[in-house]
C-alpha cells in the first residue's frame, strides 16, 4: 500500500491508501467511506480486490482522517459542503486516469454517504460502468440518490446492499432506488440482521467474495 496525497478542483487535499497491482492498466476501484471512518476501514475489502487483480484507491473524504480538514472536522460541515464531496470522488477517478486507466475500467465502492457519492457520481458519468452501495440513503447530508438513479443508463451496473432490520432506512432506501433503475444490471441484497455501511462486508462473511465475484464478471470477463 502507498500513502498518496491530492488536490481537488475546488482546493481541497485528500490524502489516499493506494493499492496497486502489477498491471498499470488494470481495472480500478475506488474506495468510499461512511461517516465517521476513514480510509482505513477499506483495508481487508481493498486487499482481497487486490488479490483478485484490482488496483484500487481508498480515500479520506474532506474533513475526515489524513484529508484536509480533519480528522474531524466534517462534523460541523453545512449540506451544501457535503455535497461539494463530490469533488473528492472527481479527485480520486482523476487518479486512476492519470495513471493510464481509461474511465471504463474505473468503478466505485461506497459506504453510507460515500454510496451516495458513488451513485451521483455514477449517474453523470456514463463510461461509469460499476458502483456498489452499502447503505445507500435517500438523503444523507444533502447527498441525495433518487434523481441520480433515475438518470443510470440500461448498461451500467449497480450493486446495492442494505441491512435489514438493522438498518430499515437503508433497506427502504434500496428498494425504492430498484424501482426507479432500470438497467437490468443491478443486484440487491438485503440481510436480515446485517449492520451499516462497511460493518456489513464484516457481519456477512460472504459478501465481499460476492461483489468482487460481480466485480470481476464486468471488468475481466465480458465487458472490457
Not at 487518479?95 to 457519492?117: M, Q, R, T, W, Y
Not at 435517500?138 to 442494505?162: C, P, S, W
Request: with cysteine.
Amino acid at each position: 500500500m502507498q500513502k498518496v496525497r491530492f488536490t481537488t478542483e475546488d482546493g481541497w487535499e485528500i490524502a489516499g491508501n493506494y493499492y496497486p497491482v502489477e498491471k498499470k492498466d488494470a481495472p480500478a476501484v475506488v474506495l468510499l467511506h461512511m461517516m465517521p471512518e476513514t480510509k482505513e476501514s477499506w483495508k481487508s475489502f481493498a486487499l482481497e480486490l487486490v488479490k483478485n487483480g484490482f488496483q484500487c484507491l481508498a480515500v479520506d473524504l474532506r474533513g475526515h482522517g489524513e484529508s484536509q480538514g480533519g480528522p474531524a472536522g466534517s462534523k460541523s460541515f453545512t449540506d451544501a459542503q457535503h455535497i461539494a464531496t463530490i469533488s473528492d470522488v472527481f479527485s480520486s477517478v482523476e487518479f486512476f486516469i492519470d495513471k493510464g486507466v481509461p474511465v471504463e475500467k474505473i468503478s466505485l465502492v461506497g459506504a453510507s454517504i460515500g454510496a451516495n457519492l458513488s451513485l451521483l457520481f455514477q449517474s453523470e458519468n456514463p463510461k461509469i460502468k460499476a458502483s456498489v452501495l452499502l447503505s445507500p440513503g435517500l438523503n444523507y447530508r444533502g447527498v441525495e440518490t433518487e434523481h441520480a438513479a433515475k438518470k443510470i443508463r440500461g448498461d451500467q451496473f449497480v450493486f446495492m446492499v442494505a441491512g435489514g432490520s438493522n438498518d430499515e432506512y437503508s433497506t427502504e432506501t434500496v428498494k425504492k432506488l430498484s424501482e426507479i433503475i432500470e438497467s437490468d444490471g443491478k443486484i440487491v441484497k438485503i440481510f436480515q440482521e446485517g449492520g451499516h455501511g462497511t460493518e456489513i462486508l464484516g457481519d456477512e462473511p460472504g459478501l465481499s467474495g460476492e461483489i468482487i465475484s460481480w466485480l470481476n464478471n464486468i471488468y475481466f470477463k465480458n465487458h472490457v
